[in-house]
């Protein structure tokens, strides 16, 4: 059984290094250094850069941030403007995205991969009112420090947004996905968190700018 468990999770994991490798080469093959020859084409390059970063940034474990990067490195303030803008746009899609996607998707997947245990707590914790998950959650909570997280839950979010190494656990496309799908987070509140949480490096980028 842990054999197959491990084939079709290295079938995952090289799916999804293949996706990686087929944007980057995608990336370098549109030109996407954005650094173009002729000012006529400049406007057609920003436009397709920006709209690559967004639907990129939006999938889970799709690398979109080498993009942002370079838009802010050639455009400057306004280009800070305009990936701030499409962040928090590709992470509001991502969020959209996990309300939408049902939750049997998500256990038939644990099911195939012969996460049984796995399957089974999501079909129960799926069960349960999205009002009363944080208890249901609370009360279940094999780890001292899990209540803790998850009366903060929006805190740890915001950190898991800026963690280092984040594209491991899918980036923040699927962790705002993830956020979404497990309907823990209200709408409103979610937007101040991403619209704070992702405001360090363009500040930083900005102030090295100036100074």
Known sequence: MWLATV???SILVLVVV???ISVSHLIDRLGIQIWP???????RAVLLGVLLYTCLLAMPFLPGVEIG??????????????????????????????????????????NWLHLERAARLLSRFNAVSPDRR??????????????????HRYLA???????PGNALIGGGGGIAMM???????????????????ILPLPVFFILSKLL
């Open 157 to 163: 979010l915001a950190v898991l947004f800026n963690l």
């Open 37 to 43: 020859e002729y000012m006529e084409i400049i406007d």
């Open 7 to 9: 084939a079709k999770l």
């Open 69 to 110: 990067l370079t838009l802010m490195m050639v455009l400057g303030p306004k280009g800070v403007a305009i990936v701030y803008i499409c962040t928090i746009v590709a992470l509001i899609v991502s969020y959209g995205m996990g309300r939408m996607i049902p939750a049997h998707l998500l256990i038939s997947l644990l």
């Open 179 to 197: 956020a979404g799908m497990s309907r823990l987070y209200s709408f409103s509140v979610y937007f101040l968190v991403i619209s704070g949480a």
């Open 18 to 20: 293949l996706a990686n």
């Open 134 to 151: 944080i208890e249901y959650l609370t009360k279940r909570a094999s780890m001292k420090f899990v209540p803790f997280i998850l009366r």
